[in-house]
């Protein structure tokens, strides 16, 4: 089946420590995304990338960080800088061309630092 | 900076009742709008679109939309609402000039009385 898996579903980190959120799809699609999502305030966009090795800051980049390596593969790490890293993670992808640029998302991933 | 806004947070209706979710973007160029729905515990998944054409779009399970130009809207509507319904319900702009940057409002909660 295509479509876009995150692991893991839930994660826990001691405050101070680095986290990597996985995402792989097999979608085939050029663009992926990464949002966050907090209640109350919708899906805000931190990192989206158009093709392999390159990628954007979204609205809320501060304290985390991505790579694009590979076509299928978009990883995000919260970093011990980003201030309020406790949240639900979503990792998207999309063909990323005009008239199709539709996301795809994935089950998402809670992080909890404590 | 371009933005979604989604004005009603939280709507309850009971059930039959007819539902319209407001949804306003600000940009002047070319978009491409989207509503998506959050069924409790699932993925997002996507309602229905709108790239060009008719500006009156059908969705799944009985959804519609209405991109109105001069007005910046693209307001969801059901003639008739059921209990299974309930849900998070997000707009969301991908601007033609970036066509992979996708944008979310901050969402309706939606619930259905039986």
């Known amino acids: 089946d295509g479509g876009i898996t995150q692991s893991p579903k839930y994660l826990f980190r001691k405050e101070g420590q680095n986290v990597t959120l996985s995402c792989e799809q097999n979608?085939?699609?050029?663009?992926m995304y990464w949002y966050r999502q907090d209640p109350g305030q919708g899906l805000r966009l931190i990192y989206y990338s158009q093709i392999v090795n390159d990628f954007q800051k979204g609205d809320i980049a501060e304290g985390y960080s991505v790579s694009r390596e590979k076509k299928e593969s978009f990883p995000l790490t919260v970093t011990s800088a980003q201030k309020n890293p406790t949240a639900f993670y979503l990792c998207?992808?999309?063909?990323?061309?005009?008239?199709?640029?539709?996301?795809?998302f994935g089950q998402g991933t809670r992080l909890t630092v404590v | 900076a371009q933005s979604v806004s989604q004005h009603n947070h939280h709507v309850i209706l009971s059930e039959a009742a007819s539902l319209e979710l407001g949804c306003n973007y600000s940009?002047?160029?070319?978009?491409?709008l989207f509503w998506y729905v959050q069924y409790p515990g699932q993925h997002l998944q996507l309602l229905l679109k709108?790239?060009?054409?008719?500006?009156l779009v059908k969705g799944i399970k009985g959804f519609e939309a209405e991109f109105i130009k001069s007005k910046f809207s693209f307001n969801l509507r059901k003639p008739s609402v059921q209990w299974s319904d309930t849900a998070e319900y997000f707009c969301?702009?991908?601007?033609?000039?970036?066509?992979?940057?996708?944008?979310f409002g901050s969402g309706t909660r939606l619930s259905i009385r039986p």
């Open positions: 969301a702009v991908s601007l033609y000039s970036s066509a992979s940057k996708i944008i």
């Open positions: 998207a992808s999309s063909a990323g061309q005009p008239g199709r640029t539709e996301a795809f």
């Open positions: 940009y002047g160029g070319t978009v491409n």
């Open positions: 979608l085939n699609h050029d663009a």
């Open positions: 709108y790239f060009s054409g008719d500006p």
